[in-house]
Structures are given as C-alpha cells and as structure tokens.
C-alpha cells in the first residue's frame, strides 16, 4: 500500500504539539474553522478496507494523513514510507507513542483482531458441528495449521496462543 509521503519536519513541528504520553495532537497556530491554537487536531474515520476500524487523520499542507503515522514521523523524524505503523495494543485510537512500532505487512498482519464473525469469543477458535468440539487452527504463511479439536473452548484458545507464541512472538494477539 502507497502512503503519502510526510511533510516537511520543521512546518509540521511549526502547526501542531504532539504528546506522546497521551498520543494527542494540538493545534500550535489557528488555521480557520475548529483548528485554533490548543485545540486537539484530528478527525475520526472510518477505514476504507475494514469498516471496524476506525482511525484518526489530520489535515496538513492540504493532504490527510493518519495520526499514528504523523506522531511516528514528529517523534523519530523519519518517514515510515511504504512501511506500516502497528497499534501494539490493536486499540487504533490509542496514539500514544510507547503504542506504536514500525512494522512490515506481514508483521502487522500478525496483530490483527479477532473477527467480528468469529462466534467462540477466542482468535482462532471455532466450532465443528460434526464432532461437536472446538477446533484451534492457525494461519501461517498464507497457510492454515491446524491445532486439533478439545472439548474446551478456553482449552482450544490457549492452544491457539501457545501457537501464535511459537509464529508470531512479539507480534501475536490473542
């Protein structure tokens, strides 16, 4: 996925205070409409690929721009390009910068959220109807690994965290 590229350091310093403890932009200098000096910057919307998720953006030198991606850039002074921004607590609302860590897809795909279709309540937990016991499975790679199937869900689900221990470490959600 393409991101825009960051503005300039200096004039974004120069327009807005980010504070890492509470992961809030606000406003330095009036710039018409709600945006007036000590205001808090951003808007909330909604994800274009997962209508679940919402995050915030700022308008900057006319284009938006996510805040977590902004606060990554205003802190470290480097730009993430193409690489991703990962909420280490899956909260995307939650700015603070001991929150954020830079990631490739494939590590920010490990920290996804459960589904919101998902029925058994645990990540990688499912029912199966035919042997009427919970099953665990794991994706991998692009690849399903299966667990096995416990008469337990909460049995099933602590597989399943042993498992995205083992493949994912620091970047599982359970």
Request: aromatic share 14%; charged share 25%.
């Amino acid at each position: 996925m393409k991101h825009t590229p960051m503005p300039e350091l200096n004039y974004l310093k120069s327009i807005l205070d980010y504070n890492p403890d509470t992961g809030e932009f606000t406003w330095k200098v009036d710039r018409g409409g709600l945006a007036k000096a000590g205001n808090i910057a951003g808007s909330l919307v909604l994800d274009k690929r997962d209508f679940n998720s919402k995050y915030y953006y700022i308008m900057a030198d006319r284009k938006m721009y996510k805040l977590h991606r902004l606060a990554y850039f205003y802190v470290t002074g480097t730009d993430p390009g193409d690489m991703q921004i990962d909420h280490i607590n899956g909260n995307t609302l939650d700015n603070r910068f001991e929150n954020l860590r830079l990631a490739t897809n494939a590590q920010n795909s490990k920290n996804y959220k459960k589904p919101i279709t998902n029925k058994s309540g645990f990540k990688g937990v499912s029912w199966c109807k035919q042997n009427k016991k919970w099953y665990a499975q794991i994706k991998v790679n692009n690849k399903k690994i299966y667990l096995g199937r416990y008469n337990s869900k909460l049995y099933a689900a602590l597989v399943y965290a042993r498992a995205a221990k083992k493949y994912f470490g620091e970047w599982r959600r359970v």
